[in-house]
């Protein structure tokens, strides 16, 4: 799975994505401890892929702690359009 691929999913799919990944790696690993696994790049390849639905989870989480940043910030501006900054002291 390419990481185009991984960044058209939504938030819902990512997390059941990442849960299959997790599965698919839990039994490579019992094929691989019982001598059934004939390609061991696959354990390899599970885990790349994790990584980058973690990595576009991650992305996201950082967009949205930035914008929420942002529009707090545009709002404390707009509140304060009106003040001079001086003080009547």
Not at 46 to 63: D, F, G, M, Y
């Amino acid at each position: 799975m390419k990481i185009d691929e991984i960044r058209q999913l939504n938030d819902m799919d990512l997390g059941k994505e990442l849960i299959e990944q997790h599965k698919a790696l839990m039994n490579l690993r019992f094929s691989k401890a019982t001598l059934q696994l004939t390609n061991t790049n696959e354990i390899g390849n599970t885990k790349k892929i994790i990584a980058r639905i973690n990595t576009v989870i991650n992305e996201r989480r950082i967009s949205e702690e930035l914008n929420s940043h942002t529009q707090k910030i545009d709002q404390d501006d707009s509140s304060n359009e009106g003040k001079d900054g001086i003080s009547g002291t």
